[in-house]
T-cell receptor
Framework: AQKVTQAQTEISVVEKEDVTLDCVYETRDTTYYLFWYKQPPSGELVFLIRRNSFDEQNEISGRYSWNFQKSTSSFNFTITASQVVDSAVYFCALSEASGNQFYFGTGTSLTVIP | DGGITQSPKYLFRKEGQNVTLSCEQNLNHDAMYWYRQDPGQGLRLIYYSQIVNDFQKGDIAEGYSVSREKKESFPLTVTSAQKNPTAFYLC??????????????FGPGTRLLVL
């Protein structure tokens, strides 16, 4: 079974629109960590955020915000007022305290149209 | 500047040839990882190393080999036994030993193509 599901394969939005990228995870651990990475066309994965399972506070960083809801096992990522530079593939990942690896979703390809 | 470097950026392999991808980090991280990414796919773990002179197989280790003789270096060899090596290879490192919950930081990647 997929540990991390990113159901949205591709999303296109017009510049300045808001967009939410969904991430649903599955784990039996009570202690776990969730991550979002951005992969621009150059290929390098850029770390965006890390949250632990005990901290459900939403986080905002500029135009980026993250909504962590344990009740629905979701860790969604919203970009407000999207820009062309936001065009990239975004990956959600899970790490369990009891395990020894990261589980990556299959990624969501975001295209922001000028 | 601290970071992870991978070389070469592009690599071409002939049939039956072994090739080695370089990964170097100056972040003083204990753990290092190799992932493979196929087009439109997520990342799959090939090998990881939590400490010098020790490494473990990931989900898709067959046809690959690694070494970890120095803390800052974790080269990956794609052997002739790997029948479908064309992919994008990403190296990563993280701070703590033996804990995957530490954030992994990635290098720029190497694209391997078969001639």
């Amino acid at each position: 079974a997929q540990k991390v599901t990113q159901a949205q394969t591709e999303i296109s939005v017009v510049e300045k629109e808001d967009v939410t990228l969904d991430c649903v995870y599955e784990t039996r651990d009570t202690t776990y960590y969730l991550f979002w990475y951005k992969q621009p066309p150059s290929g390098e994965l850029v770390f965006l955020i890390r949250r632990n399972s005990f901290d459900e506070q939403n986080e905002i960083s500029g135009r980026y915000s993250w909504n962590f809801q344990k009740s629905t096992s979701s860790f969604n990522f919203t970009i407000t007022a999207s820009q062309v530079v936001d065009s990239a593939v975004y990956f959600c990942a899970l790490s369990e305290a009891s395990g020894n690896q990261f589980y990556f979703g299959t990624g969501t390809s975001l295209t922001v149209i000028p | 500047d601290g970071g992870i470097t991978q070389s070469p950026k592009y690599l071409f392999r002939k049939e039956g040839q072994n090739v080695t991808l370089s990964c170097e980090q100056n972040l003083n991280h204990d753990a290092m990882y190799w992932y493979r990414q196929d087009p439109g796919q997520g990342l799959r773990l090939i090998y990881y190393s939590q400490i010098v002179n020790d490494f473990q197989k990931g989900d898709i280790a067959e046809g690959y080999s690694v070494s970890r003789e120095k803390k800052e270096s974790f080269p990956l060899t794609v052997t002739s036994a790997q029948k479908n090596p064309t992919a994008f290879y990403l190296c990563a490192s993280s701070a703590a030993t033996g804990t995957y919950q530490e954030t992994q930081y990635f290098g720029p990647g190497t694209r391997l193509l078969v001639l």
